[in-house]
């Protein structure tokens, strides 16, 4: 898997929200290096757990922001982080607690989501939180 560049397509112009996912694009680049290199268990551990943390950080806050410019499909959207959110921590339960592997399967689904996700949802959401900015 080569790694994740963060391209002008995934660009909303709203800044804070670009940073936010241009680290969750790098924090997705470190996983895909421990899994290439090999890395012991524990490191890529520490790596997932920092992924999935600011997976948490950045939810809240979109959601806070969202919230904060009375965007209307908040619920709908909150409902796609939440699905997601489950999904990644039945992946890191079963990495974790049960001896399976981080397979590249599960990056691959990881990154789509991501992908279809700031393309898809969040783009929906630009124009209510710039008219809410202005
Ligand atoms: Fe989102």
Redesign the pocket.
């Given at each position: 898997m080569e790694r994740f560049e963060f391209t002008e397509e995934y660009h909303l112009g709203l800044p804070d929200i670009d940073a936010q996912h241009a680290r969750l694009f790098d924090l997705f680049n470190s996983l895909i290096e421990v899994e290439k290199r090999g890395a012991a268990r524990e490191e890529i551990c520490l790596v997932v757990d920092e992924l999935v943390d600011y997976i948490d950080v950045h939810?809240k806050y979109?959601e806070w922001a969202l919230h904060d410019c009375a965007y209307d499909n908040l619920e709908e959207?909150r409902a796609?982080?939440a699905d997601f959110v489950r999904q990644t921590i039945d992946f890191d339960k079963a990495f974790r607690h049960h001896g399976e592997d981080l397979s590249w399967e599960i990056l691959y689904f990881l990154r789509q989501w991501l992908v279809d996700?700031i393309l898809v949802?969040?783009r929906q959401y630009v124009e209510a939180m710039k008219g809410a900015r202005v």
């Open positions: 939810f979109e959207h796609k982080h996700h949802e969040d």
